[in-house]
């Protein structure tokens, strides 16, 4: 996706939730956000994907009025001054209800930690111990005297850049 792409989505979304928020006075439009525009490379068509917040009857009630909403918001977006307005698709975006349904998941495993599943530990509880990095430079210590040797031209490398810097510290 090219930079200039990723302007234009952005864009429209901004439009697109202002235009939302503030000209589509339909009741059935509930809480709604718009969370991201994709537009095809050729900008004729674009994905506006948006949540919304309501039970089941109220987010089928709140798309189909998104949906019959959506040609009067292209025409609302004609003032953008683009060369060519999108045909809009209009999809919802159930990542905040999935998201929802995890912390619900989340709690209840925290609330029943000991019948018939297995017991949630801390992740510190079995975190092995890592040995510390050392250095290429470094006199080689009695943990990383097993590994294989580097490669002579990786170690030729180090030094190189560590003189290059030492170089420029100095002034030269």
Do not use: C
Request: aromatic fraction near 2%; charged fraction near 30%.
């Amino acid at each position: 996706m090219s930079e200039r792409s990723r302007r234009v989505d952005h864009l429209l979304q901004e439009e697109i939730s202002a235009i939302v928020q503030r000209e589509v006075h339909d009741p059935r439009v509930g809480f709604v956000t718009i969370t991201s525009v994709e537009t095809t490379p050729d900008l004729r068509h674009a994905t506006v994907w948006a949540s919304i917040i309501g039970d089941e009857a109220e987010r089928k009630a709140t798309m189909a009025a998104l949906g019959r909403a959506m040609p009067f918001v292209r025409h609302q977006l004609g003032g953008l001054h683009l060369k060519r307005i999108p045909e809009l698709h209009l999809r919802e975006d159930d990542s905040a209800q999935r998201g929802t349904r995890v912390m619900q998941l989340l709690d209840q495993l925290e609330a029943e930690p000991g019948e018939g599943s297995a017991s949630i530990t801390s992740p510190e509880d079995e975190t092995p111990e890592l040995p510390t990095p050392t250095s290429l430079n470094d006199p080689v210590s009695e943990s990383v005297a097993d590994d294989p040797p580097l490669p002579a031209g990786y170690r030729r490398r180090v030094d190189r850049v560590a003189i290059r810097r030492s170089r420029k510290r100095r002034g030269r």
